[in-house]
């Protein structure tokens, strides 16, 4: 049960990259067929992201909780908050594009 920190955090970073290779592949298929998308609107390019962040915040909580006096909790609160404040960011523009209606086709006005 000692090593269930370290297996978390490398699956989670094993689970970012692959996302992020699959969010690149995607955009370069698109390029290739003359379409121009933004990174921050591939699903798996942000998923990716925050899969990385997520494991870099277990990987903080696991240092802060295995050393007793080795960092001091102002400089773990400001190391969780440069980490949370993009994760949160994350959150935010995976659900704002993924709420967002997509290849709907636009309605003609006849008269």
């Known amino acids: 049960m000692q090593y269930i920190g370290f297996i978390a955090i490398s699956s ?3 689970i970012s990259i692959l ?7 995607r955009l370069n298929a698109l390029k290739s067929q003359g379409q121009n998308l933004a990174w921050y609107k591939q699903m798996s390019i942000e998923i990716g992201i925050m899969f ?3 494991s870099m ?7 802060n909780r ?7 909790d ?4 400001i190391v ?6 993009p994760l949160i960011a994350c959150f935010i ?14 309605k003609s006005e006849e008269a």
């Open 12 to 14: 989670m970073l094993i």
């Open 19 to 25: 996302n992020i290779r699959i969010g690149v592949r």
């Open 52 to 54: 990385f962040l997520l």
């Open 57 to 63: 915040f277990e990987l903080l909580f696991f240092i």
């Open 66 to 72: 295995a050393t007793n006096n080795g960092v001091s």
């Open 74 to 77: 102002a400089v773990a609160y």
């Open 80 to 85: 969780f908050a440069i980490v949370g404040i």
């Open 93 to 106: 523009l995976i659900f704002k594009y993924r709420t967002l209606p997509q290849n709907q086709p636009q």
